[in-house]
Each structure stands twice: as C-alpha cells, then as structure tokens.
C-alpha cells in the first residue's frame, strides 16, 4: 500500500501515487500518495482548526513536554532513521548518524525555549506624552504555517520547521521534497505517537504546480521555505499577507590567508568541499589562498582529499562522498565542468562518474565569471582560487549573487574584523569553514541566499507576532 498523506491526524491513500527511489542504486523503497488542491485546503482546514481550538492556548510546559517526547523518541529510534536517511537521501552512514543527533539536538533545544516566555516591559514614561502608562509586550502564536522542505536534510530541516512552530504553539502545513517524504512521514508519526494534537501538523506531497496553491489562503500565516532561489524568490512573488521565511541557494566561498592553520584548515576544507556530495547549500565550492602558501596548500589539499575522501556505497562507514540526488544533477554538473575546462580551468582531480556518484572534483580556475563559480553546484565540486592581498579576496568572495555564508582562516585580529565588516554574508566563521551550523545560531543569507532567519530561537521570533498590553494609570 502506497505510504499515506496525514491530514487532521489521519492517514489518507490517494489514488494518485509517485515513486520513491534509492538514489545509490535505484532500488524502489516504495511508493507515496500524492495529494492534490483538495489535500492542501483539507490540511490549512485542520491546522487552522487546531490552532484556533488547542495550540493557540496551549501552556508553555505542554509545548515544552510534547517536545521533549519527541526528542526522546528520535532518540531511542536512532537506528530506524539513520537507516532511512541512507537509502531513502543517499547520506553516508556517519552523517546521516549526524543528522539524527542534529535533529534530536533540534527538538530538545525547542523544548527548552519553549519553556520561556518572551517579551519585555515598555517604558512609556521615557517622554512626557507617556506619563502614568506602563506596559508590557509579549510573542503570540501566528497560526497556520506552510513550510515547504528540500530532500538534503530530510530530518533536520524539517525538525527546523516543526521544532519552532510547535515550540509557539503554531500549526503547520507540510509539503516534504518529493525524493524524502519517507523520512518527513516518519517524523509526523513519531510527533503523533508523542501525543502531538491531530491536526497540528499535516504532511502533503504534490505537483509542483499545486505547491503554491497554499499562499493564496489568507488563514496561512508564515510561508518557510528552504530550497532553490528561483524557486523561493518565485513563490513570495506569490504571497499575500503572509510573513516569508526563505533560506535558499549558496555559493560558499572560504579565504585562506598566509598566517592559516593549514593543520587545521586542510582537512576540514576537504570535508566541508565534499561531504554528501555537496548537496548542501553551505558546501564550500570556493577556496581562495594568499599566494605565498597556494602551492603548498594545493599539494596538500590533493593528498588529502586521496587518503580521507571516498566515494561509494553510502552503507560504508568510511564514505564521505555518496551518491547525487539523481541522474540529472550528474548531467548538469558534468555539463558545467566541460564548459569550465573549455574556458581554460584545469582539472587537478575526479571529474570521473560512476553511476550516480561523482568522484571528488578540484578545479584551478582563473576566471571567477564561469557559471561553475557563480552558481549553487550541489556537487562535489570545489574551485581553487590565487589572490595577493586580503581586500581583493573579500571582494572575490562577494561577487557572488548568494550570501549565506563564508569562511576564513586568519590569526589576524584586524583582518577577522575587516572580513566581518566587509564579506555580505549572513555568517562569517573565523578559522572554519562556511560549512559549519549550529542549531542555535541565526541562520540565513543576504543577496539571492533569502530571507529572515532560521536556527531554533530565531526561527521562534519568525513564528510569532508582538502585541503590547498598555495600562493608564489612574
């Protein structure tokens, strides 16, 4: 039986179904029904009813205590989602073992702050006009969220989402990626099995054509979206009234100044470069390394990259680059390389396929304008770059249209700041890579990388509105 849609906490087989494919060997891990208009009004009918009737009035310790079972269940069914994770997104074992914890992290550290009331007093009497006033301002709930999840991070990103919203006492529309929406349909289980209120969150899979079909509600209050930039930029063309949350594409740049820790830097810019293929949109794709340590750097790079990262069976522990997400995204990369060797880049190592996994790639490029430089590559594909002075490789690293984050490898205090004041990014990670996130940072970009702010906190002030409590003194 196809795996259903939930709505209002029921499980419903539509007769529409698509498959679901395991990208390292194509193996059909099973079928999933696909809903429709109807399905996406049926759920915004349900969450909207539980927000009205339940959530919006919930206490604090309720939203905390049903986050917490979560986490716990996450946790004692750890080997049943890394499994998933690995067939289902193609994610090597140790870092699909690292999004589970990610996740559970994401969910406790939710019930936490769930726990807290946020809001602060207002001192009105700070001009005359406001004399014998007090007051006081508070974060409510908005309502009905539409979130829409890409298939990189299939558990976590949408623990990103569901964390939060049911953090604020918020209900939620869910629309997983087509290519993981076994994993989002565990997670909406393990929520319910937790005793999370029907209808709080309600998972939907559909076309592409029906996705936006939720904007058009005024009951939805909070569009979040985490995917491509066309896609996102797109769709908020497409919004009413609602508040927009957008955490796009990337195209990650890190500088390597002459003072670096190449100890350090190699080895942990060699993961960040290659780590699940590149499908993450802070993958590094951009070194840029001061002249006078860019041959060493190369050298060691290259060795590196031959000793630790393997390619293969994402089942094997010593897996770092599985396969992409599909046949397509082979094509378009290989498609982006041959234009950058016919350019004149030079390819120091991989370029090879094999089935649907692409050997790690380091090209030496010179010129900056090739699309393989410009765009988000999702692929285990990372760029070498020369520069003489630190100004010229901010300003390299901002030529990009994406801005979610960079990273640079410095001792100098005056250049840490410099690089923070200058790069237009939403992160700026000193002697790390850009690939690096926490779940309690503020996490988004600048340019064409989005909008707002997600990490749990800052995802909790997206999700709420202020209203302010005045009293005359009498």
């Given at each position: ?110 019930a936490e702050l769930a726990r807290e009331t946020p809001g602060h007093l207002l001192d009105l ?219 004149g880049a030079t390819l120091l190592t991989g370029g090879t396929v094999t089935g649907q996994c ?117």
């Amino acid at each position: 039986m196809p795996s259903p849609l939930i709505i209002n906490g029921e499980s419903i087989v539509t007769a529409a179904t698509f498959p679901v494919h395991a990208p390292y060997d194509g193996a059909l891990l099973g079928e999933f029904s696909l809903g429709d208009r109807t399905h996406l009004t049926a759920a915004i009918d349900a969450a909207h009813a539980c927000f009205t009737a339940t959530t919006a009035r919930q206490a604090p310790y309720e939203r905390s205590a049903l986050l917490c079972k979560v986490a716990a269940a996450l946790n004692a069914r750890r080997l049943e989602f890394v499994d998933l994770l690995i067939r289902e997104a193609g994610k090597p074992r140790t870092l699909a073992e690292a999004e589970v914890t990610r996740a559970t992290n994401t969910f406790q550290l939710a019930a936490e702050l769930a726990r807290e009331t946020p809001g602060h007093l207002l001192d009105l009497d700070a001009f005359a006009s406001g004399q014998h006033h007090f007051g006081f301002v508070r974060h409510f709930p908005l309502g009905v969220i539409y979130a829409v999840t890409p298939f990189n991070f299939p558990l976590n990103l949408v623990a990103h989402k569901l964390g939060p919203a049911l953090a604020t006492g918020n209900t939620v529309v869910l629309k997983p990626s087509p290519r993981t929406p076994l994993i989002a349909a565990l997670l909406v289980n393990v929520l319910h099995t937790a005793g999370m209120p029907a209808g709080q969150v309600n998972l939907v899979t559909c076309s592409n054509d029906e996705a936006a079909a939720p904007l058009a509600d005024d009951r939805v209050k909070l569009f979040s979206f985490t995917g491509s930039a066309p896609v996102g930029w797109h769709l908020r063309s497409l919004c009413r009234k609602q508040k927009v949350v957008l955490e796009l594409g990337g195209n990650a740049g890190a500088i390597v100044h002459a003072d670096a820790d190449l100890d350090f830097a190699i080895p942990a810019l060699a993961t960040a470069s290659f780590a699940y293929a590149g499908q993450t949109c802070i993958s590094t794709q951009r070194i840029y390394v001061h002249d006078s340590i860019y041959e060493t750097f190369r050298t060691r790079f290259l060795d590196r990259i031959a000793e630790a990262i393997h390619t293969g069976d994402p089942t094997d522990a010593r897996v770092t680059v599985g396969p992409m997400i599909s046949a397509d995204a082979v094509q378009r990369i290989a498609a982006l390389l041959a234009t950058a060797q016919a350019s004149g880049a030079t390819l120091l190592t991989g370029g090879t396929v094999t089935g649907q996994c692409l050997a790690p790639t380091v090209l030496e490029v010179k010129n900056d304008d090739l699309p393989l430089c410009t765009e988000e590559l999702f692929a285990p594909v990372v760029t070498l770059h020369r520069y003489t002075d630190f100004p010229s490789a901010i300003r390299a690293v901002n030529t990009s249209r994406y801005g979610l984050q960079a990273g640079v490898f410095t001792q100098d205090i005056g250049r840490i700041f410099t690089a923070y004041r200058d790069l237009d990014v939403g992160a700026v990670l000193i002697n790390q890579t850009p690939t690096f996130r926490a779940e309690g940072q503020p996490y988004g970009g600048l340019k064409d990388s989005g909008t707002g702010r997600e990490g749990v906190r800052y995802a909790m002030e997206e999700m709420t509105e202020l209203k302010s409590l005045i009293f005359r003194q009498t």
